[in-house]
């Protein structure tokens, strides 16, 4: 729903997937980037505006007019870009994504633009600020439980901190999420602190309040329309970013 007079829907800017796509007789890359997506945010009463990768040059000026900055999910950060040696099943770069969403989140934290860092999106916030990743799961918590892969998201209990932004939003204690990931954070990155764990110790969530509101979320909450909560909550901030940009410029 959009509001309308003094108080207009806030702008969030969603980061996109550049693919191979077919449709008719065109066989060609496009950007892309599920529904679900789409549907948080406008359920939630803001407008979503697709970011697809594109001259990182340009990352500042594309985000100047946006009230609030989704960092989706998708392929795998490349490992160069934290130091780390590509393990096998690490997914092949995309260069020009990783580029692109660093710079994008980059400007964000110099306009202190609110952030939902979504599965992908947290672990490139976290490689943003110097933290690292382990890049096969299975490999080094011994579990499958976060993807089971042909596209079927699993369902797992986190623990949400108490006293942290997330708890603000969620509640503290424990939340049933949609996981479908290989990956996951290690070292965390600079200034983000945890703000949810699984039982076998893996971050699922940090906050940064320092630089602005920064949420970064390990599942796909876009995946359970039930629960807009933190769409709800990044709208919600969005709007106090937009109304603050307002009185600054008078």
Same mark, same amino acid.
């Given at each position: 729903? %959009?509001?309308?007079g003094?108080?207009?829907?806030?702008?969030?800017?969603?980061?996109?997937?550049?693919?191979?796509?077919?449709?008719g007789?065109?066989?060609?890359r496009?950007?892309?980037?599920?529904?679900? @997506?789409l549907?948080?945010?406008?359920?939630?009463?803001?407008?979503?505006?697709? =970011?697809?990768?594109?001259?990182?040059?340009?990352?500042?000026?594309?985000?100047?007019?946006?009230?609030?900055?989704?960092?989706?999910?998708?392929?795998?950060?490349?490992?160069? =870009? @934290?130091?780390?040696?590509?393990?096998?099943?690490?997914?092949?770069?995309? %260069?020009?994504?990783?580029?692109?969403?660093?710079?994008?989140?980059?400007?964000?934290?110099?306009?202190?633009?609110?952030?939902?860092?979504i599965?992908?999106?947290?672990?490139?916030?976290? %490689?943003? $600020?110097?933290?690292?990743?382990?890049?096969?799961?299975?490999?080094?918590?011994?579990?499958?439980? @976060?993807?089971?892969?042909?596209? %079927?998201?699993?369902?797992?209990?986190?623990?949400?901190?108490?006293?942290?932004? /997330?708890?603000?939003? /969620?509640?503290?204690?424990?939340?049933?999420?949609?996981? @479908?990931?290989?990956?996951?954070?290690?070292?965390?990155?600079?200034?983000l602190?945890?703000?949810?764990?699984?039982?076998?110790? /893996?971050?699922?969530?940090?906050?940064?309040?320092?630089?602005?509101?920064?949420?970064?979320?390990?599942?796909?909450?876009?995946?359970?329309?039930?629960? $807009? $909560?933190?769409?709800?909550?990044?709208?919600?901030?969005?709007?106090?970013?937009?109304?603050?940009?307002?009185?600054?410029? $008078?």
């Amino acid at each position: 729903m %959009v509001s309308s007079g003094s108080d207009p829907a806030p702008l969030i800017g969603v980061t996109t997937y550049l693919e191979r796509a077919q449709q008719g007789v065109w066989d060609v890359r496009a950007a892309f980037l599920p529904e679900q @997506y789409l549907n948080g945010v406008t359920a939630s009463g803001g407008i979503a505006l697709l =970011l697809p990768p594109q001259d990182p040059e340009s990352a500042d000026a594309a985000i100047a007019g946006m009230d609030g900055l989704i960092l989706s999910g998708g392929a795998d950060v490349a490992p160069e =870009l @934290y130091g780390a040696q590509r393990h096998p099943l690490t997914d092949p770069a995309r %260069v020009d994504r990783d580029a692109w969403e660093l710079a994008l989140f980059r400007a964000a934290e110099r306009r202190r633009i609110p952030v939902l860092a979504i599965c992908r999106g947290l672990q490139l916030v976290n %490689v943003a $600020r110097g933290g690292t990743l382990q890049q096969h799961l299975p490999e080094s918590l011994g579990t499958e439980r @976060y993807r089971l892969g042909g596209g %079927v998201f699993a369902e797992n209990d986190i623990e949400v901190s108490d006293e942290t932004a /997330l708890a603000e939003v /969620l509640g503290a204690g424990d939340v049933r999420v949609h996981s @479908y990931h290989h990956q996951g954070i290690d070292r965390l990155g600079e200034g983000l602190v945890a703000a949810a764990r699984s039982d076998d110790g /893996l971050v699922q969530a940090f906050v940064d309040t320092s630089a602005g509101r920064i949420v970064g979320i390990q599942w796909h909450p876009e995946e359970n329309a039930e629960d $807009r $909560r933190l769409f709800t909550d990044l709208v919600s901030q969005a709007r106090a970013f937009a109304a603050q940009r307002k009185e600054d410029a $008078r």
